[in-house]
């Protein structure tokens, strides 16, 4: 199997606060995963790609000092949103990528109140 | 333009219906294409990829046409339990692998 999970599934903070979400790869390693962030009735966009070892990839538009990533083992890649705030309320999503395919984790629902 | 465009819906259907959802992607080099399917709130799910022979599992059918650009799903003999959104989804890479653009999905309703 190839199964990705994310921690957590939910969390509610007030505006000004960092907020770290893991994202784990548990039986298999992976060099690469994802972030991606959906906000309602749109797509899910690609945030930046994790590397494990190395910086990651921002994609353009994405401030890189905001959203930290850091992937510093072949399981575990973490996502912390800096000084959130109310417009970065969003369905925040990671995927691991297995033999060219990428399994997506089940998603945390980020609240910035 | 966006680089994957679908028709939001939503599509509203009887059951046992067939239902074709269409997508355009604007990269002519994008090399891998497939289909996702989500439940609301949930996470995206591979339904198929997209061969350009055209692909077929069980219900659902799966069309490439490189020249327009264009990717098509067709659900046959539709069920309650194939409403969700579905993602159209392209690798814009030579490489395997690699990120993935995703369209904005097309939102079915199957109604029995």
């Known amino acids: 199997g190839a199964v990705v999970s994310q921690h957590p599934s939910r969390v509610i903070c007030k505006s000004g606060t960092s907020v770290k979400i893991e994202c784990r790869s548990l039986?298999?390693?992976?060099?690469?995963m994802f972030w991606y962030r959906q906000f309602p009735k749109q797509s899910l966009m690609l945030m930046a790609t994790?590397?494990?070892?190395?910086?990651?990839?921002?994609e353009q538009g994405v401030e890189k000092d905001k959203f930290l990533i850091n992937h510093a083992s072949l399981t575990l890649s973490t996502l912390t949103v800096t000084s959130a705030h109310p417009e970065d309320s969003s369905f925040y999503i990671c995927s691991a990528e297995k033999d060219w395919r990428q399994y997506f984790g089940p998603g945390t629902r980020l609240l910035v109140l | 333009r966006k680089e994957v465009e679908q028709d939001p819906g939503p599509f509203n259907v009887p059951e046992g219906a067939t239902v074709a959802f269409n997508c355009t992607y604007s990269n002519s080099a994008s090399q891998s294409f497939f289909w996702y399917r989500q439940d609301c709130r949930k996470e995206p799910k591979l339904l198929m990829s997209v061969y350009s022979s055209g692909n077929e599992d069980g219900r659902f059918t799966a069309q490439l046409n490189r020249a327009s650009q264009y990717i098509s799903l067709l659900i046959r003999d539709s069920k309650l339990s194939d409403s969700a959104t579905y993602l159209c989804?392209?690798?814009?890479?030579?490489?395997?692998?690699?990120?993935?653009?995703f369209g904005q999905g097309t939102e079915l309703s199957v109604k029995p």
């Open positions: 994790s590397n494990e070892g190395s910086k990651a990839t921002y």
């Open positions: 039986d298999f390693q992976a060099t690469t």
């Open positions: 989804v392209v690798n814009p890479s030579y490489n395997q692998g690699g990120k993935l653009i």
